[in-house]
């Protein structure tokens, strides 16, 4: 099994992919301990630094709790492996994540879900409602793009990406959710406050109450203010517990 005879990269790698490694491995084992995980399907991506256009992705059918640093792949965005490896890399599950960092050079971290409460938000006529305060950070920069089927057609790149244009958060009509950031922090962040928001809003339409929406005043004030608790400080603070919190509950991600 790959997983049993991946050799560690510490020290043979840069210190700066290695860091990578570390925090994409980080991202997809704190993926599965939420529940957010869809067994071997969805991807987290991210780039790293260089002329080349090179990222890392997980070998296609290993669990998310079983990911590593070195069990990572290193592809092109062809979602070819640039390096020998016995792993095996779904180059169709890469057409979402290969679109979104071709054309945005700051999304250089891109996590993609399909959770039950993303799918069923993905699936309401109005989308994300403006219920809940966790709502307001993602309705601040949010982006939808309708089902196509599934994602493998290189033509479908080009809409993804207009229906994108310079949000951070996607949702993918029928399908999940999508967020992208400059680090893998702030990526794993935005994707915790939009699927909280989802859960929220499919709790709070339970039984078909009558809803009280936040003002749109509110709304429309929230880029500012979300920038001071969310913004490039907001993964960089959060980031260090949540490892903590691995480091307690599923360590051996750092190898």
Not at 109 to 115: A, K, L, N, Q, R
Not at 177 to 183: F, Y
Not at 184 to 205: G, H, N, P, S, Y
Not at 224 to 233: H, K, L, Y
């Amino acid at each position: 099994m790959y997983l049993e005879t991946t050799p560690s990269l510490k020290g043979r790698v840069s210190e700066e992919e290695w860091q990578l490694r570390v925090d994409l491995a980080a991202a997809y084992r704190l993926i599965a301990h939420y529940g957010w995980d869809d067994t071997i399907f969805t991807h987290l991506s991210v780039r790293i630094p260089g002329p080349e256009s090179h990222f890392l992705i997980n070998p296609f059918g290993m669990f998310f709790e079983e990911i590593t640093a070195s069990s990572l792949v290193k592809i092109d965005l062809q979602g070819e492996k640039v390096d020998e490896s016995a792993a095996i890399v779904n180059p169709a599950g890469f057409t979402i994540h290969s679109a979104i960092h071709e054309a945005r050079q700051d999304a250089h971290c891109v996590i993609h879900t399909h959770t039950t409460a993303g799918v069923a938000v993905s699936a309401h006529a109005e989308g994300l409602l403006p219920i809940s305060q966790q709502s307001l950070f993602p309705l601040s920069s949010i982006a939808y793009h309708d089902y196509e089927g599934i994602a493998v057609r290189e033509d479908e790149k080009a809409r993804l990406v207009a229906d994108l244009g310079s949000a951070n958060y996607m949702i993918l009509r029928n399908h999940g959710l999508l967020t992208c950031a400059s680090t893998v922090a702030d990526t794993f962040l935005a994707m915790f406050i939009l699927q909280r928001a989802c859960e929220i809003q499919v709790t709070a339409l339970a039984g078909n109450p009558p809803l009280t929406p936040v003002p749109q005043n509110i709304v429309d004030k929230i880029v500012s203010e979300g920038d001071m608790v969310t913004g490039n400080q907001g993964g960089l603070l959060a980031w260090p517990g949540l490892l903590r919190k691995l480091d307690r509950n599923n360590p051996g991600y750092a190898e």
